[in-house]
């Protein structure tokens, strides 16, 4: 147990659905990651939150947003969903100091299926 | 950024030492190297880093070249359990724009027989 939870664990939606991801990061970390793995892409990071603000983007989509809240938890919404958003969404913390050696903790996923 | 370049898969038997390779030749001088591993149905999982020096923690031994161009995971005994997807990836918070999110490649899928 990586002290990282997210829910839903599945998630079965349709295409033009909005649906929101969330992610608590283990206690005492400051920053979250979001990351996308899909059979064809592999595992992409989307996104990087450290304490509430926005750090760094990678493949997110413009359909895809989210943000961090006082308390820490994080939130990927994505919207107007296509079936090429079926995938896993891992979200991943680490510790409060960002440095190059720093481990990042991840979460069990959230599997999402757009039908 | 800097890439690194693994075997698609590798098979070991179990309770013998298994040695994973990683190439980074690009590799700059503030680059750590770190690897991870997934496990079926699992997020990723931290295994070992390191900059310069060989290390050593409970699940593994990494071992990095001279030169650094290279480096090799090493499980001592692998177990059923080390069934994975293993990735070495090169983390550098200087490098513009990363931020310290982790860039994964294909990474080197590790069978293990009985």
């Known amino acids: 147990d990586s002290g990282v939870t997210q829910t839903p664990k599945h998630l079965i939606t349709a295409t033009g659905q909005r649906v929101t991801l969330r992610c608590s990061p283990r206690?005492?970390?400051?920053?979250v990651y979001w990351y996308q793995q899909s059979l064809d892409q592999g595992l992409q990071f989307l996104i990087h939150y450290y304490n509430g603000e926005e750090r760094a983007k990678g493949n997110i989509l413009e359909r895809f947003s989210a943000q961090q809240f006082p308390d820490l938890h994080s939130e990927l919404n994505l919207s107007s969903l296509e079936l090429g958003d079926s995938a896993l969404y891992f979200c991943a913390s680490s510790a409060p100091r960002d440095r190059e050696d720093n481990e990042q903790f991840f979460g069990p996923g959230t599997r999402l299926t757009v039908l | 950024d800097a890439k690194t370049t693994q075997p698609n898969s590798m098979e070991s038997n179990e309770e013998e030492p298994v040695h994973l390779p990683c190439n980074h030749s690009t590799i700059s001088g503030t680059d750590y190297i770190h690897w991870y591993r997934q496990l079926p149905s699992q997020g990723p999982e931290y295994v070992i880093h390191?900059?310069?020096s060989n290390v050593n923690n409970r699940m593994a031994s990494l071992a990095i070249a001279e030169d650094r161009k290279s480096s090799t995971l090493i499980l001592h005994r692998a177990t059923l359990r080390d069934a994975a997807v293993y990735y070495c990836?090169?983390?550098?918070?200087?490098?513009?724009?990363?931020?310290?999110?982790?860039?994964f490649g294909k990474g080197t899928k590790l069978s293990v027989k009985p």
């Open positions: 990836i090169l983390r550098n918070l200087l490098r513009g724009g990363s931020q310290g999110n982790l860039i």
């Open positions: 206690s005492g970390d400051l920053s």
């Open positions: 390191g900059l310069t």
